[in-house]
């Protein structure tokens, strides 16, 4: 490579290089003029502050350059293919935006009088019906604000109607191909996690899992499609002995992409589900904005939803925030979240439902599934395929392909960036070495799948002819090369000093 | 005289009278990558064979580390806590995590010796 030229500015060419903003203070610079407030008289009992809390001082022009400058240096599924496995980061689309943005539904305010918000409680309670019909289930709590609160949720459910019938048992099984929120939510509501291998077909192995049911085991805990891109066959088999062992089957509605439309958990004897709305029903994540994850309940769990909740009542829609015998809550384990749920979300996620359409979501599931089988089938003859396809959404591949190569996962992603890619998920599932798990979602065309194939080849011939100074040495072209992650974790700065200050310290 | 045995989950117990100093193979250390945190467990603490007895936690993953044998927790290399860096420096030395007074030394013959071990991961290589 030759050397990089060297600016004096230190910028370079348009791509701006930007302290932060603590950096860029200018004492007594200020973006509004504001008068002077009047002397009021001090109630907090000495609990005024005593000195400046230390913002910056920067004029508007500044504010806005500095964040616009680390805007760019961002990448967004806006600005190109992104395709990390189990995050399904699909298109968020503009009309989902549009939508978001009347003032119905932006200005709203979770504490405004029941008659006036009898709009929005329709839409969350038809976002309702439309997410229990895809799922063929009875019941949903819309409260939980992302995945693992959804998980959360519904294992709460699952206690609350194990203590109900007397015995909360003690136990939770996890595949080891789970997300790792799977383990922690179990171990939050008190459970013990014993895992559960896979099979040598990347499923769950039915005899190892009726091996460890039994009266102590609470529920199971299982991604379908898992994380390794694959359908479990067996579900149905499973789940009939999670239910002959008086257990509940969790199911983690992460890839839930796979199969909109085409198969509903409720039919397969799934007992509770989370759905991201941030992944399946293309709600903006990943720094984008915040998740939402409902869970549908099964009639079984139906009565410990949490509150609140939307009931069509004699005067219009209720949204019932107090366990009530009336109103069929009273068993309610009770409240998840501050107020009603990511509002905002459940707008996005019913405008992408609405104009899609039935058809339209099954489509997105076959779209989805047909592209991770396209990247399967054109990068499995130079990369190794973790487990024989055909996959569903997601495609994984391990690191044997790099044996003796000398280039590392690592390495190869790093590489993919300077060629213009966001890496795919690195290192997850554990279940295999040097996993590289591809989801590429229905967004993308095929002449975008196209061009990262050819990257992908691209890599996996150089990284096979020898080079692995190359990969060792990449990004080569990024904003920032590459970041010392092991001193990022065992040294983390997590707050900015003044450099007095921590000279002083 | 000095015995090294291996657990099939990669930990090694070197024995020395009844106490065993415990620790992760180097083949253990290298598949972890770059290791950035352990917890340890206290001096004092009694555990059975096979309990789950101190977290190590690397760039790529986290994983339980189990005890060997049963048996009463002596001491912990607390230098590990700043410096868990020394494990991949040097796995099966100043690396070792924790001793142990085994109470059951027929335990040991549960474990793998050297040859049987990498014998083991040779195949996971």
């Known amino acids: 490579m030759s050397k990089p030229i060297e600016t004096s500015s230190g910028h370079r060419g348009l791509d701006l290089a930007e302290p932060l903003i603590f950096e860029l203070d200018g004492p007594g610079r200020c973006g509004v003029d504001l008068p002077e407030p009047d002397a009021v008289t001090n109630r907090l009992g000495g609990l005024e502050r ?21 805007s760019r240096n961002n990448f967004a599924i806006d600005a190109g ?78 206690r609350a109607a194990l203590e109900a ?25 008190g459970y013990r996690i014993e895992e559960i291998p896979a099979d040598d077909r990347g499923r769950v192995d039915l005899a190892a899992l009726k091996e460890k049911l039994g009266p102590h ?43 909109v439309g085409k198969v509903r958990p409720g039919d397969l004897g799934i007992d509770c589900m989370h759905l991201n709305l941030h992944k399946t029903f293309s709600t903006p994540h990943g720094g984008g904005g915040p998740g939402s994850g409902p869970v549908v309940l099964a009639e079984a769990l139906a009565p410990y939803a949490p509150l609140p909740m939307v009931v069509r009542g004699a005067d219009g829609l209720e949204l019932v925030e107090h366990k009530s015998e009336a109103l069929g809550t009273a068993a309610s384990f009770g409240r998840l979240k501050g107020f009603h749920g990511q509002m905002g979300m459940f707008v996005r996620a019913l405008a992408f439902i609405l104009s899609h359409g039935a058809d339209g979501l099954r489509q997105v599931s076959e779209d989805a599934v047909l592209n991770a089988n396209y990247v399967l089938a054109r990068l499995q003859d130079l990369l190794t395929l973790s487990f024989p396809g055909p996959c569903m959404h997601e495609a994984l591949f391990d690191d044997r392909f790099l044996q003796g190569t000398g280039v590392s996962t690592l390495d190869f992603a790093k590489a993919m960036i ?33 061009q990262f194939i050819a990257t992908m080849r691209h890599l996996a011939e150089r990284a096979r002819q020898g080079d692995a100074g190359y990969f060792a040495g990449a990004p080569h072209l990024a904003p920032y ?25 | 005289m000095s015995e090294i045995y291996y657990t099939e989950d990669h930990e090694w117990i070197l024995v020395e009278g ?51 044998v049963s048996g009463e927790i002596t001491e912990s290399n607390d230098e ?26 027929k335990e040991l013959e549960d474990l793998l010796d050297k040859a049987a071990y990498e014998a083991l991961i040779a195949g996971q290589r």
């Open chain 1, 217 to 259: 085991v609470a529920a199971i805990m299982l991604t379908n499609p898992n994380t390794c891109g694959l359908f479990e066959t067996q579900i149905v088999e499973i789940a009939e002995a999670v239910h002959a062992a008086g257990a509940y089957f969790y199911c983690d509605g992460a890839n839930f992409n796979a199969i």
């Open chain 1, 481 to 505: 090369r590459r970041l010392n992650e092991t001193q990022a974790a065992r040294q983390p700065v997590l707050r900015w000093r003044p450099a007095v200050q921590e000279a002083a310290e």
């Open chain 1, 81 to 158: 293919l992104y395709p990390l496995g189990s995050c399904t980061m699909k298109h968020n689309p503009r009309l989902n935006e549009k939508v978001a943005r009347l003032p119905g539904f932006a200005d709203l305010h979770p504490m405004q009088p029941m008659e006036t918000v009898q709009g929005a409680l329709e839409l969350i309670d038809t976002l309702a019906e439309w997410l229990c019909a895809l799922t063929g289930m009875s019941a949903i709590a819309m409260s939980p604000a992302a995945g693992a609160h959804g998980e959360l949720c519904g294992l709460m459910c699952i």
């Open chain 1, 418 to 450: 300077d060629e213009g890619f966001h890496p795919m998920t690195m290192y997850f599932p554990l279940v295999v070495s040097g996993a590289m798990l591809i989801e590429p979602t229905e967004s993308e065309s095929k002449d975008s799948l196209d």
């Open chain 1, 50 to 70: 005593q000195a400046a809390i230390g913002l910056p001082g920067l004029s508007e022009p500044q504010v806005v350059r500095h964040f616009v400058r680390l």
């Open chain 2, 80 to 105: 590990l806590v700043d410096e868990p860096g020394k494990i991949n420096e040097d796995a099966m030395g100043d690396g070792w995590f924790f001793k142990i007074r085994i109470s059951d030394a």
């Open chain 1, 165 to 189: 019938k007397g015995d909360a048992r003690q136990v939770v099984l996890v595949p080891t191909s789970a997300h790792g929120t799977n383990p922690a939510t179990a171990a939050i509501c």
């Open chain 2, 18 to 68: 009844d106490i065993g100093t415990c620790g992760i193979s180097e083949f253990a250390q290298e598949q972890l990558g770059d290791i950035v945190y352990v917890e340890l467990p206290e001096p004092g603490k009694v555990v059975a064979q096979n309990d789950e007895l101190a977290v190590v936690e690397s760039v790529k993953a986290a994983s339980e580390i189990y005890a060997p």
